[in-house]
């Protein structure tokens, strides 16, 4: 029996769906400052370690969808320059929701963290809220940037961070406001004066967010003193 016509169509929308994702910049990641002593280490070649000098916490990191997850880089240099060891996750064709276990067997390998916390952008922070469902014992926390989490935590202890810019327009502002009740009421929330929803990563402007009034370098600062403050 040959290809029927609706197949070939389908396949084609797949590949075009795909091949269109948002690539990292190069550019201004290389011009991104970090002073502290950070070492870069890949892990089985799906996901690449911060490590900070005598850290004690870890942050297990999933990006944001159809973005490449190079373009966290600068923020998770700027986290382990404040001691927290980050670990980036490469997610099959830039989409989290196909790999929500993407954080199996990634804690094993640094037995000098004490504490773990897992996170994400976007749709990278409701599939490692996923994730966290299915494993709350081995985590002291969940971040959020620019998320919400489906998952229900409303009655774990689990802490939780949200962070999203005041200029965010990707972020369902009325799904975020229904999904706080799976949060606990102690849960950390914080809104960014001026930021957006594409400054957590460095990937250029994204369709529909709306117009920063600070640069990525500051959204990214104060991302990680946020995250910073949340786990110590």
Known sequence: MGITIP???IALAAVIYFADFYHADKDAISAFS?????????INDSAIAYKAENAEAGLIFYPGGKVEYTSYEPLMKACAEKGITCVLVEMPLNLAVFDINAADGIRENFPEIKNWYIGGHSLGGSMAASYLADNQSSFEGLILLGSYSTEDFSSSDIDVLSV???EDKVLNQEK???NKNNLPDDFTEFVIDGGCHAYFGMYGAQDGDGTPTITQ???ISITAEKIYEFIN
Do not use: A, M, R
Request: net charge negative.
């Open 7 to 9: 197949f070939v169509v």
């Open 34 to 42: 970090v002073l502290g002593n950070i070492t870069v280490e890949y």
């Open 164 to 166: 999203y810019g005041s």
């Open 176 to 178: 975020y406001e229904e």
């Open 217 to 219: 370098q500051e959204q």
